[in-house]
């Protein structure tokens, strides 16, 4: 029997969860929790380059969390201030291309601004970490779909074309951190024929070496697309 040749992955999303159940694992603030996952981003975006990723998509705050109480949107909104600030250099510097996906015009005005200025100064990086925030998968269809039908014609291409992904690569691979077994209205379209990989480990644990477990073991799969 001939070994099936292996593939590489070229994009990558995951949802990053568990943040609070770190915290109070660790008997710690849930403020605590988020500042670690912060810091699990950092290694991930530092190791890009040794994945072979182009892309890496992340769920960093989506359409439903607002719904968390006021002081923890305080909270994520202040890391991801200092996320911008103490990283963006680095992005730079590493050739990293920062893309947003969301809307992220409705967060706070210095925070647009902030996202504004480091999504112009990182275009000309060649790997890009697409970051989700105030995004929902459900809104962007239907947004598309919309954007579709007023140029005159709905297909799968023309919805496509409308995504706020339109420009990135086919999601090949999709993780989820913490035990979890559900897509979290995160990029339900472009999931249609991604490889899905779940792990027990809490968002804050995750390192570079469980990303390359996934990825050897995306490669080892055999993508049908629907046929045989």
Not at 211 to 227: C, K
Request: aromatic content about 8%.
């Amino acid at each position: 029997m001939t070994d099936l040749p292996q593939q590489r992955a070229r994009h990558v999303a995951i949802i990053m969860d568990g943040n609070g159940r770190w915290a109070k694992r660790h008997h710690l603030p849930r403020a605590m929790g988020h500042q670690k996952g912060v810091e699990a981003v950092r290694r991930l975006v530092r190791a890009l380059e040794s994945t072979g990723l182009e892309c890496l998509t992340l769920y960093a705050f989506s359409s439903e969390n607002w719904k968390r109480p006021e002081e923890e949107i305080r909270d994520l909104m202040g890391l991801m201030r200092r996320f911008i600030k103490s990283d963006l250099p680095e992005f730079v510097e590493n050739g990293v291309r920062l893309k947003i996906i969301g809307d992220y015009t409705a967060l706070d005005a210095d925070i647009v601004e902030m996202l504004e200025d480091a999504l112009a100064r990182t275009a000309g990086g060649g790997r890009t970490l697409a970051v989700a925030l105030n995004y929902g998968s459900q809104q962007e269809i239907a947004r598309a779909a919309a954007e579709a039908a007023a140029g005159g014609e709905v297909t799968t291409e023309t919805i496509a074309a409308h995504l706020d992904t339109a420009d990135l690569p086919p999601l090949d691979l999709l993780i989820r951190t913490s035990g979890e077994h559900r897509l979290s209205n995160f990029l339900l379209w472009q999931s249609a024929y991604a490889e899905f990989w779940f792990t027990e480990e809490l968002w804050p644990d995750f390192t570079p070496e469980h990303l390359s477990q996934a990825l050897d073991d995306f490669a080892r799969r055999e993508r049908r697309y629907g046929g045989r």
